[in-house]
């Protein structure tokens, strides 16, 4: 009994002065990237942990996107508890910030960090910041695009000597185009996540946008003058190729993937988040040739829109992130921003300019033959009632998808989001 | 010596005396813990709540005091109203017929013996143990509207695939026929506890004068099981009234303004708007109306089993 109990506290003394000898930071970290891409992003976080093994270790978790994330991040914050590091949308960072759930990133913390504003584009820098304050590190400018069958498209005619689509651009280019493709033996000429308002508001912000539309004024109110009738025009489009039977109505987000890759839809609109499933079962020799280009033009000028992961660091509160783990946060965000080449695989644009302008993300495919779409992108409204899981996208799914699936005509539609959405500004 | 005689002897006080102090003490400290937890984790968070639904606060931190404003602006709220007829339809839709399906599959069950019995058992309690973003996910994957293996049966009735999940008539009742098939293994077993209880000579006596299948069924297991009905009938208002789990899942991302409930009207009031006060006006009217309708339905049930 006395040699056990020697050996009992021998050990204890052993295995802490161990502990004492290995002290890393461990980095709590919250993402929300379960699609295609966060296959990319675990790949990306052990390359990091293999690199600073000792140092630095990101211990992360992935939660479900969207209301169920950000809510999460909102009350951890508020009773001190959650996250040292967390993906955070751009076009939520309004309200994320006025509920208090982000703190702010001084400038010493990112020149220290070796980073720097002229790193990234204006307009992306400026969407991360509220007030002049940081609050926010770009990471990746992602948006929709269109991805195509090209042999399907080649058998109706709508593939140039390129390899890329053409007769796309115009509202009646492109619907002609879907008959085409049906007429050609496809189910639909193009499938789209039809059952969420998520999806439908990005597609229908693209298509405002293309028209100089603008869906929140600088004066505060939602679809003013006519900036109501280009958003009928946008949900007309859509709503037009559901009713022909071209674009599936009421589908869900895995079934609109899989009439594309099953060979039943020609073309399919979704995020370039998608790009890795594509990319892997093209590998794996069970998906045709495939590519993907930036949304075609339907109205005047060409317009995508764009959202932007960044990284944040919540304002726990009583429980703020100690000086010495915010140092090694931003060394872990400063890392994913110069290894952001590697999240181009997920499809996404990287905002760290020094990887944008790099030769090997110019001839990286098949991201260089949308990545022109950055030049024209639309980002979301900056208010306390848009972005991820806010509002607006509660009014996409109430009032812009049944317009879509032809349960209410566009004109109501969007007086009716207008009117909702008007209403619930304080 | 007699009985009476004993009796007797002992001093009158004494034997009238019910609450000795050393019983009143030990019971009052088998209660304690009971007590303590209840009145933290239950009394105390419903005294907090009913008082932040007089302020205007976010959902953690101070407010300020606006007295009755909230429930004024609940009741000119259409959104409230919408939330509370849905709530009422899903009792409507689950409760009863709940109960009713349990009672007949309970009776149906307790006729087989042996391992077919615990078989069939088996099969209708095991989706009790699924959670529910299981059951969502299958669900959710047998009626998708475009590669269900549910829609070949649908298009049959209906001509063609039917979005159910996405046409507002259909949205309620098929998510009440999922939460029944959920949650219809606790109601069997509760039943089946009943239905052993009754002894079975009763049914030997009865059929030996005669007396039909049915009769039997309405004259000795319906009056005998009625005090599990009714304790089924009240779990499963308290619970329905509550719903949020499968109408929140089912109907993320489509119109969520006309299928929530209430329970949803609290979670977007409060976490997505980070209105508290709102959010526990509408939780505290909520709780009043549980209370009245399981007392209404308790004290009618008990009244008619009274005759």
């Known amino acids: ?426 | 010596m007699s009985a009476a005689d004993t009796a007797a002897d002992v001093p009158l006080p004494a034997r009238k005396k019910r609450f000795n102090r050393n019983e009143v003490l030990a019971a009052l400290i088998f209660v304690l813990p009971f007590v303590v937890v209840y009145a933290v984790l239950f009394i105390y968070p419903t005294l907090q709540m009913i008082w932040l639904s007089f302020h205007k606060a976010p959902l953690i931190g101070p407010g300020t005091f606006i007295g009755f404003d909230n429930y004024l602006k609940l009741f000119k709220d259409k959104l409230f109203g919408v939330a509370l007829w849905n709530t009422v339809y899903f009792v409507i839709l689950t409760v009863v017929p709940a109960t009713m399906v349990a009672l007949a599959i309970a009776v149906g069950v307790n006729r087989l013996k042996g391992w077919m019995q615990s078989l069939i058992l088996a099969c209708f309690f095991i989706p009790y143990i699924l959670p529910v973003s299981v059951v969502f996910r299958v669900w959710g994957w047998m009626f998708d509207s475009q590669f269900g293996i549910l829609q070949p049966l649908i298009a049959l009735v209906a001509g063609g695939n039917v979005p159910v999940f996405r046409t507002l008539p259909l949205f309620m009742p098929t998510v009440a026929f999922i939460t029944i098939w959920w949650t219809i293994g606790f109601n069997i077993l509760l039943f089946i506890a009943g239905l052993r209880n009754i002894s079975p000579e009763i049914y030997e006596a009865a059929a030996l004068d005669g007396t039909p299948r049915w009769r039997q069924f309405t004259r000795i297991t319906w009056p005998l099981i009625w005090p599990i009905t009714v304790l089924v009938l009240t779990i499963q208002l308290i619970a329905q009234f509550k719903i949020f789990d499968q109408v929140y899942l089912f109907g993320n991302g489509g119109r969520s303004d006309a299928t929530m409930g209430l329970v949803q009207l609290i979670y977007r009031s409060a976490f997505q708007k980070n209105n508290g006060g709102y959010g526990a006006t509408v939780a505290v009217v909520l709780f009043l109306v549980i209370v009245v309708f399981s007392v209404l339905q308790f004290q009618m049930l008990r009244a008619r089993g009274n005759k």
């Open chain 1, 1 to 426: 009994m006395k040699s056990f109990l020697k050996m009992a506290v021998l050990s204890a003394g052993l295995l802490s002065t161990t502990g004492l000898v290995h002290a890393q930071e461990v980095v709590t970290w919250w993402d929300f990237l379960g699609g295609g891409d966060g296959v990319r992003m675990k790949a990306l976080i052990e390359k990091f942990n293999a690199e600073n093994a000792g140092k630095i270790e990101i211990q992360g978790t992935t939660l479900e996107w969207g209301t169920p994330f950000y809510t999460k991040v909102q009350t951890s914050a508020a009773i001190g508890e959650g996250p040292d590091v967390m993906t955070y949308h751009l076009s939520r960072l309004p309200l994320g910030v006025s509920s208090g759930a982000l703190s702010e990133i001084t400038a010493d913390e990112i020149a220290a960090a070796g980073l720097a504003g002229s790193d990234y584009a204006d307009s992306n820098w400026k969407a991360a910041q509220v007030d002049g304050k940081q609050y926010a590190i770009p990471f990746d400018i992602h948006s929709i695009v269109l991805y195509y069958n090209k042999d399907m498209l080649k058998a109706a005619g709508l593939l140039g000597d390129n390899g890329l689509p053409t007769g796309l651009d115009g509202v009646d280019n492109f619907k002609a185009a879907l008959q085409k493709l049906k007429d050609g033996g496809a189910e639909y000429g193009v499938s789209i996540h039809s059952a969420a308002g998520d999806s439908q508001w990005r597609i229908f912000y693209s298509l405002l946008g293309q028209q100089d539309g603008q869906f929140l004024d600088a004066d505060g109110n939602f679809l003013s003058g006519d900036n109501l009738d280009k958003a009928v025009k946008a949900t007309t489009v859509v709503a037009d190729w559901v009713k022909d039977g071209l674009a599936p109505a009421a589908t869900e987000y895995p079934a609109s993937i899989a009439l594309f890759t099953g060979g039943k839809a020609a073309m399919h609109i979704n995020g370039v988040w998608e790009v890795p499933t594509m990319t892997d079962l093209n590998a794996k020799g069970e998906l045709f040739d495939w590519g993907a280009i930036a949304l075609p033009t339907f109205f005047d000028h060409p317009a995508t829109w764009a959202d932007s992961h960044a990284f944040a660091i919540p304002n726990r509160v009583g429980n703020e992130v100690s000086p010495e783990k915010r140092a090694a946060v931003m060394q872990v965000i400063a890392w994913m921003n110069k290894n952001s080449l590697a999240w181009a695989d997920a499809g996404h644009i990287p905002a760290y300019s020094p990887v944008r302008n790099s030769e090997e993300f110019k001839t990286k495919q098949p991201n260089a033959t949308y990545s022109v779409l950055a030049d024209t992108a639309v980002f979301d409204p900056s208010s306390v009632l848009a972005g991820v899981a806010s509002p607006v996208y509660d009014a996409a799914g109430n009032y812009l998808m049944p317009a879509v699936n032809g349960e209410i005509d566009p004109q109501s539609a969007m007086e009716q989001m207008r009117d909702d959405l008007q209403g619930q500004v304080e």
